[in-house]
């Protein structure tokens, strides 16, 4: 009892995942970490810090302790650091050098958005999962993917967002794959796939007709959702959640506060912001949701389980301000569902205009 109180989680809640969850004692376990008394979301234990600009193999997919009540991390290399509290599950680590901006979601994710104090353009981000040993079957059943991936063919290089779908037995052999683009009906590609094994240092080794060809980590929250990180050797970043509907579109009066930033597809990535959206109305007929942006009034529509369920879609040029159109870019948008980030995507294939935006909500507590 002592152990559920420091969690702040619920006897009836552990008795119902360890229903559901009976030989995967790892999300139990994360779930009775000791939990920050100003975030009942950021846990004591060892996050699992996922790189994707890093080419350091030893920083690139590295392990972090995190000692919530001491607000201290301790790296893989003994070294430790302090951090500040920003509110709203926000926190800074500044050494003199570098400026670490650290986000805790709603799911128990952490997002580290990261940037030089004496040139602020050279930025990068980190994504953290609770370290999880976790058996290969949780990857059965079929996934959106969003992919952040060097184009190949551009005649300008740089970088193109992909959405995608995947299906994985409970042995980790992937047994469909399929590409994406807007709202074009996916295409299929042809095997042979890629298979997934455990991986000896924590979480999982994806390969190619034998050959090891990146890491991927899986985290479940006691909720039972889950998502997947995953960087290859090649650069791609790709992210994914089990593929499910959304259901009814964000109510009316809703007031939704995020911190966000966005990869380029020239490499860069633009400054953290925080932005404020309210609901405006509900379209039962469309499945969608009109919305305004606070910090200039800017007004667009998602529609929801669009263009298949799960994700969200916006039109192209179909935002207005002020009452008189203006244009926007067209986006398909993943929610990383009962994990409190959205993932928005450019919907094309050449670098110029692409981009991968990043959006935390701000957890209530």
Known sequence: MAALARAQ???ADVSAAVAENPSVPAVIQTALKPVAEDCSWLRSGRYRMI???ETDPAWRTHVLEVDAAAKRIKLFDNSTADYTSDGGCGYSINDGTTLDRIMVSSGGLVVVFSQELATPTNRWITVGLPEQTLPLA?????WHLAGWDPASGATTPGF???TGEATIDDQGRITALSGCVGTAACIADTGPFPTLAVHAQGGFTISEGGTAIGRVFLYKALSGRKVLV???DDGQFIVGVPKAAIGAPTATGTVSSIRQFQLNGNGSILPLTEQTYTFLSVDQA???ATRQRMSDGLIDTLRYDHPRPGL???APNSCSL????ANCAEIVQLPLQGMGIVLSLSVGTTPTNAFFNVSVIKPAS
């Open 312 to 314: 969200r879609y916006r």
């Open 230 to 232: 995953m960087l290859t």
């Open 9 to 11: 989680i619920a006897l």
């Open 51 to 53: 790189n994707p600009n």
């Open 138 to 142: 949780e990857f059965a059943g079929t």
């Open 160 to 162: 193109v967002a992909q």
């Open 286 to 288: 469309t499945n969608s």
């Open 322 to 325: 002020n009452n008189v159109a």
